[in-house]
């Protein structure tokens, strides 16, 4: 069982909010990741980290932004929701260095609806 | 650029059959490969890995197949079970992290 934590589980929001989505690891992995998933479909990389202070975009374009302050937590936040957020947004980290792998684990996912 | 697809998007069997998933990748750099199974409501767990200097590997009640000429990999699950109902994703080492395929949804009948 991965010790990734995401909370909250599932945020019913109005547009225009600014939202925080929050993501913790007890594993001490170096990679975190968020990913964008719609029902039923293939996960997007929205973002990555390689280490603290170290922020990428993924390969799907986002308006939400992250921080990597701490190894442990990667947020994830979106200053402005609109309905087109609607979507589960998971979360995942790996190990690097010597003899890991790009094996990733996962959290159980927030699904926002944005109204 | 690295893609990973399901031949398949849904796979139907019964109770005690064998499953067999399929996945292709088109980037040939790829030397890392990851089966995962999502369950409704929750995020991918890992199932079982394989490196592109290996063409199969074995785990509880899983194998992975790797054919590297025609860029495939294969999921079976023996003697499937109600619980093996879920989604199935292959992923494959990219440039910079894994990339996902679309899934694959097992659906086991008793």
């Known amino acids: 069982e991965a010790d990734i934590y995401q909370t909250p589980r599932y945020l019913v929001i109005g547009t225009g909010k600014k939202i925080t989505l929050e993501c913790s690891q007890t594993?001490?992995?170096?990679?975190m990741y968020w990913y964008q998933q719609d029902p039923g479909m293939e996960l997007h990389l929205i973002h990555y980290s390689y280490g603290v202070n170290s922020t990428e975009k993924g390969d799907l374009s986002s308006e939400s932004t992250v921080s990597r302050i701490r190894t442990e937590h990667f947020p994830l936040t979106l200053e402005s929701a609109r309905p087109s957020h609607t979507s589960q947004y998971l979360c995942?980290?790996?190990?690097?260095?010597?003899?890991?792998?790009?094996?990733?684990?996962f959290g159980p996912g927030t699904r926002l609806t944005v109204l | 650029g690295e893609s990973v697809g399901l031949h398949l998007p849904t796979l139907s069997v019964q109770e005690g059959d064998n499953s067999i998933i399929n996945c292709a990748y088109s980037?040939?750099?790829?030397?890392?490969f990851i089966w995962y199974k999502q369950e409704s409501g929750k995020g991918p767990q890992f199932i079982i890995d394989i490196r592109s200097n290996m063409d199969k590997r074995q785990g509880q009640r899983v194998t992975v197949l790797l054919n590297k000429t025609v860029k495939h990999l294969s999921l079976q699950i023996a003697a499937t079970q109600p619980g093996d109902s879920a989604v199935y994703f292959c992923?494959?080492?990219?440039?910079?992290?894994?990339?996902f395929g679309k899934g694959t949804m097992l659906l086991v009948s008793p």
């Open positions: 594993m001490g992995h170096d990679k």
């Open positions: 995942a980290s790996s190990a690097s260095g010597r003899g890991s792998t790009d094996t990733q684990y």
């Open positions: 992923a494959g080492s990219g440039y910079s992290t894994l990339t």
């Open positions: 980037n040939s750099a790829s030397d890392y």
